[in-house]
């Protein structure tokens, strides 16, 4: 289990004087924090081991920070945490989306590549591990708990009374908003991408897309269910 923040320079902005201290003190309250610089943006971690394995996976030239369990499948076999991250890591490294399709657990995850420099944030098919992304004065900050960006002094907060209104009525925010005015939740089934001075965000997973045949006979749908449900748990049957 990890936590991370970053921020990021879009192009012709710069970053604010003293933003690397700030990060520092914020996720070192979550834990001990390690953090990475580049041209444009500063990654501070910090993986608080809740897990066997280490959820920072780093190198000369990239860093790797996974909150939660991916869950990668490769032939519809789950691989185990260390090598789901290990995978995960490199093919986003190598430009390749696609093996987001084939990871079923609940987290979120940061991967870096130093020489470019490029940031990939993603969040989980469903959101169930929520990342947060904030907006001021051509800078972008991602962080993996909202009151990370409350305390954070450089992004401005603005009460968003639809936001208030929701939570006031159903107990939280609708969509992606949060209670604040340009601060939203990542959606579930999707990847920020920063680079070269420019974020960019992709739907990689969606409900709208079925996965079973909504014209099949209900014992074959229920059969299909228990099948999905009984290779999950087996997934998951991993000591690391």
Not at 134 to 145: C, E, K, L, N, S
Not at 208 to 226: G, I, K
Request: proline content about 5%; aromatic content about 8%; glycine content about 8%.
């Amino acid at each position: 289990m990890a936590v991370f923040m970053l921020a990021y320079v879009l192009e012709g902005s710069e970053l604010p004087n003293g933003v690397e201290a700030r990060l520092e003190s914020l996720v070192s309250q979550a834990g001990q924090a390690s953090t990475w610089i580049a041209s444009g943006m500063v990654v501070v971690a910090a993986d608080l081991q809740l897990w066997p394995t280490s959820g920072v996976l780093e190198s000369q030239t990239s860093v790797i920070v996974v909150a939660g369990d991916p869950v990668l499948c490769v032939d519809d076999v789950g691989v185990g945490r260390v090598a789901s991250i290990a995978r995960l890591g490199s093919k986003l490294l190598a430009g390749d989306r696609d093996v987001l399709a084939h990871c079923e657990g609940t987290y979120c995850a940061l991967v870096v590549d130093l020489t470019r420099p490029r940031v990939t944030v993603i969040a989980d098919k469903l959101g169930v591990r929520p990342v947060y992304v904030g907006r001021h004065q051509g800078v972008v900050y991602v962080a993996t708990a909202l009151w990370m960006l409350e305390q954070l002094a450089d992004l401005p907060k603005r009460c968003d009374w639809r936001a208030l209104a929701e939570v006031a009525a159903f107990g939280y925010p609708l969509a992606d908003r949060t209670s604040y005015e340009g601060i939203y939740s990542l959606p579930g089934g999707t990847v920020l991408e920063c680079e070269v001075g420019h974020v960019l965000s992709h739907e990689y997973w969606s409900w709208r897309h079925p996965v079973m045949n909504p014209a099949a006979e209900p014992d074959s749908q229920l059969q299909s269910v228990e099948s999905a449900f009984q290779r999950a748990v087996a997934d998951r049957l991993f000591g690391d």
